[in-house]
């Protein structure tokens, strides 16, 4: 027993080394894993009131770029409002008469949009985090969908009472199910950690040729996201050699360099989804 | 050894400038420096072993909680702060300093600089090759760590110079 606490006493510092180094190594690797990190709860409010102030001085500066993203957004907003005004409606004929459900706009509702504004965010690492202003008091949960004007942004992990952290599509952890929007193809979307502005699409088989500008969109087929979000427009397609796949350079439509308002998705029908996906 | 009340305000305004300023202007996916770890650089040169290695662990922790990583910055740290009594006997910054911490004046340019550089370069391998978790892409990864390095090395010299010149040899 002396014997070891000489032992100790003598490589003290190396001890303490490899535990110190053990322990953050065991961290790294349990949480590297986007979807498990809720050890150490980042979206507390000691960092979003910091970065609260300090996104406060800086968004002074940005109040031009913000406003012109709103114009932009409330002209899109207005040409959609114009399509819906002039829905056309079906001629009445005397020997065939249907009706289409006019309601169909309300019963359809599945989605609320929660808007929050983006207090720190980083696009040159490679496990990018935004952290965001709304948190459980506003109705987020983990999971969640957050998109912007633009298109889809990434999914809500860590949430506190009133903050809460995004992975953005720019994290290396993330991974997303994406469609070609004509040819409903669909494959796996992740991003290699290299150029900000572009994100990677696997597992198209390689018989199909999809162009130059083609849609990327969410295929729907998890509840985070519903069909038709839009994620990027494809830049251009390599052949994997020996793969009957391709890979799909995708540009992101959403430019994470100058993110200042996001909206949370929230899906009135998850503990519906939920339920059912735990009785399979 | 005492830390005066001097060096923890320098200590904090590292630590606000590297967290609020360099981690959110992220200025290029080639260049993240990273000058936090010059805390733990320039602590006491006798401070004992236990201490440097806690105070690392804790830095990293507070960076990562920042950041939203998880033990990233923790691993970073702690590695570097391994290296720092072998560096500072290798040197023999003891003998050439009687300050008792870091003091360029009566170092030199050289010397310290390249104590500082080789401690941020550790560092920053092992930030860089954690965080990416993989060599799939090794030429990027080399680049990233060069690039952020000399970043970080610059932007702490500046720092020092502006901000540790001038109180040569009083107090601590």
């Keep these: 027993m002396y014997n070891l606490f000489k032992f100790i006493a003598k490589y003290h510092f190396f001890l303490l080394f490899l535990l110190l180094e053990i322990i953050s190594l065991t961290l790294v690797v349990q949480y590297n894993n986007y979807q498990k990190a809720k050890f150490i709860n980042s979206a507390n409010a000691f960092t979003g009131n910091i970065y609260t102030i300090q996104s406060n001085i800086t968004n002074f500066f940005k109040l031009k770029k913000v406003n012109e993203q709103l114009a932009e957004e409330n002209a899109y907003l207005k040409s959609v409002t114009k399509e819906i005004h002039y829905v056309e409606v079906p001629m009445l004929t005397s020997d065939s008469i249907f009706l289409t459900d006019t309601l169909f706009l309300d019963t359809l509702i599945s989605l609320n949009y929660i808007p929050a504004k983006v207090i720190s965010n980083t696009t040159n690492k490679q496990q990018n985090i935004i952290f965001i202003n709304k948190g459980k008091n506003d109705g987020l949960y983990e999971n969640m969908g957050v998109v912007n004007q633009k298109g889809v942004v990434g999914v809500v992990r860590n949430i506190s009472n009133n903050y809460a952290t995004v992975v953005p599509i720019i994290n290396t952890g993330f991974n997303i199910n994406a469609k070609i929007k004509d040819s409903g193809f669909f494959g796996n979307l992740t991003w290699d950690g290299v150029n900000p502005l572009y994100a990677q699409l696997y597992d198209i088989p390689n018989h199909i040729s999809p162009q130059k500008g083609d849609t990327i969109v969410t295929s729907g087929y998890s509840k985070v996201f519903e069909d038709g979000n839009i994620i990027g427009y494809i830049e251009n397609v390599e052949t994997v050699p020996g793969k009957s796949f391709i890979m799909i350079q995708v540009k992101l439509a959403v430019s994470f360099g100058n993110l200042n308002y996001v909206y949370a998705l929230q899906n009135n029908f998850d503990n519906e989804l939920d339920s059912l996906s735990y009785e399979n | ?172």
């Design chain 2, 1 to 172: 050894m005492k830390i005066s009340i001097k060096n923890i305000l320098f200590f904090l305004f590292l630590l606000v400038f590297q967290l609020l300023i360099l981690d959110q202007t992220s200025i290029n996916i080639f260049i993240n420096p990273y000058i936090y770890p010059l805390i733990i650089i320039l602590l006491p040169f006798e401070i004992s072993g236990w201490l440097l290695l806690i105070s690392a662990f804790i830095l990293g922790f507070v960076v990562d909680v920042f950041n939203g990583t998880v033990g990233l910055h923790m691993f970073a740290t702690v590695g570097m702060a391994a290296f720092r009594p072998l560096l500072i006997n290798l040197f023999s910054l003891q003998k050439l300093d009687n300050n008792n911490s870091l003091n360029i004046k009566s170092l030199g340019l050289i010397v310290s600089g390249s104590f500082i550089g080789i401690l941020l370069f550790i560092h920053h391998v092992l930030y860089f090759v954690l965080e990416s978790f993989s060599f799939a892409n090794f030429h990027f990864l080399i680049l990233r760590i060069v690039l952020s390095t000399l970043v970080s090395l610059l932007l702490c010299m500046l720092l020092l110079l502006i901000f540790k010149n001038n109180n040569k040899g009083n107090e601590r």
